[in-house]
């Protein structure tokens, strides 16, 4: 069974910098993709970023040049580094662990954790 625990939002002022963390259990980190997602009150969860086994990265366009996922291996760790965050960047972000395999979808998700940007 997989399991994904999130860490690191906060409330911050807009033009700071957060660093979530993601940690999860050695099964699901070594051969699944990696993201981040959020949801605001009242909007769909959207994707964020993601990043492959071999450290292929995806962003959407909202954040590409301003948040960064990586992963360390070591640790069983996936990060998001948030740099000049916006009131718009406020939601609980959820990380999340996905593979295809043999026609099956395998989809875990983590508890979520607040972030918040004041103006």
């Known amino acids: 069974q997989g399991q994904l625990v999130e860490s690191g939002g906060g409330l911050v002022h807009a033009g700071d910098s957060l660093r979530l963390s993601c940690t999860a259990s050695?099964?699901?980190?070594?051969?699944?993709?990696l993201g981040w997602y959020r949801q605001a009150p009242g909007n769909q969860r959207e994707f964020i970023a993601s990043?492959?086994?071999?450290?292929?990265?995806n962003y959407a366009g909202s954040v590409k040049g301003r948040f960064t996922i990586s992963r360390d291996n070591a640790e069983n760790t996936v990060y998001l580094q948030m740099n000049s965050l916006k009131p718009d960047d406020t939601a609980v972000y959820y990380c999340?662990?996905?593979?295809?395999?043999?026609?099956?979808?395998?989809?875990?998700w983590g508890q979520g954790t607040q972030v918040t940007v004041s103006s």
């Open positions: 999340n662990a996905n593979k295809d395999s043999n026609g099956l979808t395998y989809n875990f």
């Open positions: 050695r099964t699901i980190f070594s051969d699944y993709v």
């Open positions: 990043i492959t086994p071999t450290s292929t990265t």
